[in-house]
T-cell receptor
């Protein structure tokens, strides 16, 4: 599982509340990604990070912010959750050594915004 | 916007049969990858094919790539019930940060 954990695994919250999802890795990989998965859309990239304090937007970044103050943690924040942000969120890492090109995914967080 | 589009959206076959899934994409790529997702789980990498390769094998998996048609296919031979999952293609354009753009997936059901 490439040492990736996500917390919480499930969360139900109300519209307008802030929510933070955490992705933690144990292998000090430089690249980390946040995706959301919705029926009929596959996975869409929200934000990604290429190092501590280095982040950039993905395809569907509106309404989301991220932070990476330590190599091992990549946080995704919904400042004011909306029902359209109900989704399953996946974190992924990409190793940068050994010629590996694939991404490794965490188990996902199912978020419901009522 | 989605780069890869899988076809068919859903596929149901009998155990022992072969399953073929197709992926089309829009822009030039550095490589194309296939992932599998079991229900309620994260994605798992299956196989990668580079833009200068035409075919690649890994166990019961065979991937082809036609860059002139911007398409790829994944063949699973002698399918098993355990192959039941959703399969996604993902393209790497070679731009910085190794971003992948995923298709919407093919849901494969293998009937014992």
């Amino acid at each position: 599982d490439a040492g990736i954990t996500q917390s919480p695994r499930h969360k139900v919250t109300e519209t307008g509340t802030p929510v933070t999802l955490r992705c933690h890795q144990t292998e000090n990989h430089r690249y980390m990604y946040w995706y959301r998965q919705d029926p009929g859309h596959g996975l869409r990239l929200i934000h990604y990070s290429y190092g501590v304090k280095d982040t950039d937007k993905g395809e569907v970044s509106d309404g989301y912010s991220v932070s990476r103050s330590k190599t091992e943690d990549f946080l995704l924040t919904l400042e004011s959750a909306t029902s359209s942000q109900t989704s399953v969120y996946f974190c992924a890492i990409r190793p940068t050594s050994g010629g590996v090109n694939e991404q490794f995914f965490g188990p996902g967080t199912r978020l419901t915004v009522l | 916007s989605q780069q890869g589009e899988e076809d068919p959206q859903a596929l149901s076959i009998q155990e022992g049969e072969n399953a073929t899934m197709n992926c089309s994409y829009k822009t030039s790529i550095n490589n194309l990858q296939w992932y599998r997702q079991n229900s309620g789980r994260g994605l798992v990498h299956l196989i990668l094919i580079r833009s200068n390769e035409r075919e690649k094998h890994s166990g019961r998996l065979r991937v082809t790539l036609d860059t002139s048609k911007k398409s790829s296919s994944l063949l699973i031979t002698a399918s098993r019930a355990a192959d039941t999952a959703s399969y996604f293609c993902a393209t790497d354009s070679g731009a910085g940060s190794y971003q992948l753009t995923f298709g919407k997936g093919t849901k494969l059901s293998v009937i014992p």
